[in-house]
């Protein structure tokens, strides 16, 4: 397409300048140069078509048979542009080897016709036939070229505005210059001699270039940019397994290889904060990057959620370690959906016990509820696996934060409560509903929560100094 079109302007150009306004240009015009153009540019057209075929279809083989390319393979593909480069301009050079010879008896004129219009085509057909022929080649080249650093150098954005520009602006218009300059001094062309019609075609011939060559060049452009723009779109929507394809090696193909990046950045990012969430719940992450709430530490009233199972040695030694490992998940996976849904935070598993806080790292308006109603649901909720458990829920203040060395630290809470919630735990488990809390926590707690529960008296649990009252579940 791009040759014929560039032919056709071609032979505009010759017909017009051999209106007797180049002096012997007439002598162009005969039967002999008729034949031959036409031959010229029928063989012309084959030849590029017959390339065309023939550069593209060993490389769509491998294309459609989703096999990853050879070496070689990938080096023709990187290389097609130029190989169309080169069959482009062989019509041409081809075409100034025939007509020129043939016509050195019409002199220094029509010899300067013959090369100017060849010139021109040739360049008009290789600048439009790359354009048009880019977006038809992108899988080609994106299957082909596995970085950017290999393969040959494709025209960056500024070099293609360069080119269209002087194929549609500074060829003919240094063509009409040098028609103007000509005439006036009389060089080959008389100065009686009328230039207009020759300057007339070579507007329309540079206007209507300059519309394919505009149309060819922002499709260029605008068709990658609008896939970066749709993919981020996507990405914005949480689709993170976006990928561009990188077909060129010029800014575009940065910016497609640099949106890659960015999105593997992405995927790495969330992996690790799902991996953090694992670790400190998925609340406790969304919180810190929305509000940079500091994990450093501080002092906190929260309530503490102690867990325990009831002699765990007995069930390794009665089971086998995958079963065991089913009941301790099943455990496990209940107690952290009772625990989140009260937006509490599991700190640590120790073994085949558990501690949750409530109120740390993040503030809740009630944690002494929140931990009690937690404990009375998964009293119930446990009894459904085969483990026997003591629950233990205790409050106060705490130190809520990161221990350990600066590069190797943990975020746990540090305090009476904890202790006392330890102990609450292994208290509980000689008592029918498994489950017992402390003073502090009933009285933290609201008006409907405590009269969930019913008071057991004092101990001195072990390990403690004083006295605790106890209170359990009412009806357990």
Not at 123 to 129: D, K, P, V
Not at 241 to 256: A, N, P
Not at 265 to 280: A, T, Y
Not at 370 to 381: F, H, I, K, V
Request: aromatic share 6%.
């Amino acid at each position: 397409m791009a040759f014929v079109l560039a032919a056709g302007e071609v032979v505009a150009i010759v017909v017009s300048l051999g209106d007797h306004a180049v002096a012997g240009a007439q002598s162009v015009f005969t039967e002999k140069n008729l034949i031959a153009t036409v031959a010229l540019v029928l063989a012309g057209a084959v030849s590029v078509a017959v390339g065309g075929i023939l550069i593209v279809a060993p490389l769509v083989g491998w294309l459609g048979s989703g096999r990853e390319p050879t070496a070689r393979e990938r080096r023709t593909a990187l290389n097609v542009s130029w190989r169309q480069t080169v069959i482009l301009s062989l019509p041409w050079w081809v075409a100034a080897a025939v007509l020129i010879p043939m016509n050195l008896k019409g002199g220094v004129g029509v010899a300067l016709v013959i090369g100017f219009s060849i010139a021109f085509g040739a360049s008009a057909a290789i600048s439009t036939g790359f354009l048009f022929t880019q977006r038809t080649l992108r899988p080609l080249l994106a299957a082909a070229a596995a970085d950017l650093d290999t393969g040959p150098v494709t025209p960056g954005v500024r070099a293609r505005l360069i080119l269209m520009w002087t194929v549609c602006t500074a060829l003919p218009g240094l063509g009409i210059t040098l028609l103007t300059v000509m005439r006036r001094n009389g060089w080959i062309i008389e100065q009686t001699a009328s230039v207009e019609w020759p300057v007339l075609v070579l507007a329309v011939v540079a206007v209507m270039l300059g519309l394919r060559s505009m149309i060819l060049v922002s499709r260029s452009i605008s068709d990658p940019l609008r896939e970066v723009v749709d993919a981020m779109a996507r990405v914005e929507q949480g689709r993170l397994g976006e990928e561009l394809d990188v077909y060129e090696r010029s800014e575009i193909g940065r910016l497609q290889s640099g949106f890659n990046r960015m999105v593997a950045g992405l995927r790495e990012r969330d992996r690790l904060r799902d991996l953090f969430g694992r670790h400190v719940g998925p609340e406790v992450v969304r919180r810190a990057i929305e509000e940079n709430e500091s994990l450093s530490g501080d002092e906190r009233d929260v309530a503490i959620l102690f867990i325990d199972l009831v002699d765990s040695t007995q069930l390794a030694a009665t089971r086998e370690p995958h079963e065991v490992a089913k009941v301790l998940n099943d455990f496990f996976r209940i107690v952290v959906a009772a625990v989140d849904e009260q937006h509490g935070l599991i700190n640590k598993f120790q073994g085949d016990a558990a501690l949750a806080v409530f109120g740390a790292p993040l503030s809740i308006d009630d944690p002494a509820s929140a931990a009690l109603s937690t404990a009375r649901g998964l009293a119930a909720d446990l009894r459904r696996l085969p483990v026997d458990f003591g629950i233990g829920v205790s409050a106060g203040p705490v130190f809520a934060g990161n221990i350990g060395a600066e590069n190797r630290y943990e975020y746990t809470v540090v305090g009476d409560a904890v202790n006392e919630a330890a102990r609450l735990a292994d208290r509980a488990k000689d008592f029918d509903g498994r489950v017992l809390c402390s003073a502090a926590a009933i009285d933290r707690a609201d008006e409907a929560e405590q009269r969930s529960w019913a008071l057991q008296g004092s101990e001195m649990l072990r390990g403690r100094s004083r006295l605790t009252q106890i209170s359990a579940p009412k009806g357990s």
